[in-house]
DNA sequence: ATGAATTAATGCCCACAGAGCATAGCTAAA
DNA sequence: TTTAGCTATGCTCTGTGGGCATTAATTCAT
């Protein structure tokens, strides 16, 4: 079955004249009389009722004649589909990230994706660090967030956010911003920790922000969650360390202390993914990241 | 766009190898290569993601896979179906009848032809003879019911049916198998007749048979429909003249007396009608016609 | 009636699209 | 490093499909 032949049955077709076809589909008229008859060979059937002066469409014929629109409109409406694919207007995208993410630029990031590229369906999946590499090899997710930067020719990464810790209290706590020093002052006191495991970056890096001051924490409890820690310390059973960006929109009943300790959010995808989809993404958190505030704002109260 | 791009396209998408996709195309790897290369081309976008070594598909090309497998399937059913209407196993098909055909064979046409091709829609429309040739030449109907014979070239003809005319008359009428020698005796009587016009063929066979004993019967009622006629015999309120079809099924109290005379019933349809439903339409009433009683049975009381 | 005009089919020839072959160039595995 | 396996490219040539000229049939106008 060929295409050259199904087009010109239709413009035949339609104008019931072989020369007048001819003339629109830039043939002379011999050359479709051919194609025609090939294509009855090739059917078993005769599409046209002619003789040497009339051409009428056969019953199978105005039947092909009638589906043959849609199915070619089909072909359009693909093609145009897979075009928007290629530009990145639509598909599917999985991003993987620390549920910390959640508390900075990730919201902002997703609101202005989602605004630029509205037929992209996006899907989070929270994943620590160490199930994100796997991840994105294994094609579970594509882009995902990440607070080290992982060195595998495979995958990529780029710094979107560098942000300060800070120290997580209760308001009536006896640290306040004229009392604190540094975490030194904090040796005795009770921690919640997460609870990721030694090995995460992450949990190095906040362990390290005591080893400086010659102590490990006190751990009185553990959890993964941020919105977790932070009702703990609002209620008095510990305090934390958390990135800065957790202060956005908490209880007016916890008081954050920047520490001169920061940490880093990286973007990581496939190195060379050809996921246009992609590349918009990582355009789209190119922006937020630009816009995002450098300087931490100064507590309200 | 041209369909071996894209059927190759869905070779190499399944096996994601060029060699052994052409091997199954019975190509030469170049040209696959090549074909690949234009319909990248031609839609403006990478296909698959491949170097020197390993070929995947694009999230565009994944996509187009996709997409490109129902689409084909639908030229394929597309195609299946225009064949079985090529073989006039669907279609549609409009029979013109007069009233009186849905008292003869045409119930068994219409059986045997629904049972032999279940997918044709057929439509009956009830048309008096004077209409039909119309309704067949401007394609209103496809084959038709008649009395006479049409003689125009455009119209072909064939007897399918020779039965008696029939006197109609109640049961309690003085006239009876006995009695009954010939429609002489029913000079004075009131008769039911049809309210055709006197130029309808059957009207004037119908009074060719009066005029044969020298009169012309006095109408009291008239009507087209057979079923009317017989009930308005039935509570004598005249008698009537039908051909003997009529009896099949009617009621006791009637009475059907056989007339030396006969009617004749044809199909009629357009010559070198191209649509193979039309000649499946005819083969069965051949076979009908075939089958049909010519004897007419006894009366049954 | 007769010629003019229109139309589809056929014969013949030719150009070029597209296929094959040979090979280059690269990569992963052994 | 070698080797096997893969895609891309250069070159040549064949076969398909298109154009031109013509035929044959039909309609229409005079």
Redesign the pocket.
């Known amino acids: 079955m060929?295409f050259?032949l199904l087009r010109?049955f239709r413009q035949?077709a339609q104008?019931?004249?072989?020369?007048?076809?001819?003339e629109k589909l830039?043939?002379?008229?011999?050359?479709?009389?051919?194609?025609?008859?090939?294509l009855e060979a090739e059917l078993g059937m005769r599409l046209?009722d002619?003789?040497?002066?009339?051409?009428r469409l056969t019953a199978a014929g105005a039947y092909l004649n009638e589906q043959l629109g849609p199915w070619f409109d089909t072909l359009g409406h693909l093609t145009e589909q897979t075009k928007r694919i290629h530009q990145g207007d639509l598909g599917e995208l999985c991003i993987g990230h620390p549920g910390s993410a959640l508390y900075s630029i990730l919201p902002d990031v997703l609101a202005d994706f989602s605004r630029a590229y509205p037929d992209v369906i996006t899907s989070l999946r929270e994943v620590n660090e160490l199930e994100l590499r796997e991840a994105l090899l294994q094609q579970k997710v594509d882009v995902g967030f990440l607070r080290d930067a992982p060195i595998d020719p495979r995958l990529s990464t780029r710094l979107v956010l560098e942000e300060p810790f800070a120290l997580v209290l209760p308001r009536n706590h006896w640290l306040n911003p004229t009392t604190f020093d540094s975490l030194a002052q904090c040796r005795d006191e009770p921690f919640i920790l997460p609870a990721l495991g030694k090995s995460v970056t992450y949990t190095q890096q906040l362990l390290a922000l005591f080893t400086a001051h010659g102590y490990t924490p006190k751990a009185r409890y553990e959890s993964n969650y941020g919105a977790t820690i932070l009702r703990l310390v609002e209620k008095g059973l510990g305090l934390a360390v958390l990135p800065i960006s957790y202060q956005q929109g908490t209880s007016l009943n916890l008081r954050f202390l920047i520490l001169p300790d920061t940490t880093r959010l990286h973007l990581v995808w496939r190195t060379n993914d050809p996921n246009p989809v992609v590349t918009n993404f990582l355009n789209v958190c190119q922006g937020v990241a630009n816009d995002w505030p450098v300087t931490i704002p100064e507590l309200s109260a």
């Open positions: 060929e050259r010109s035949v104008d019931l004249n072989y020369s007048r076809a001819a830039f043939l002379a008229q011999p050359a479709l009389s051919r194609q025609i008859q090939s046209f002619r003789d040497k002066r009339t051409v």
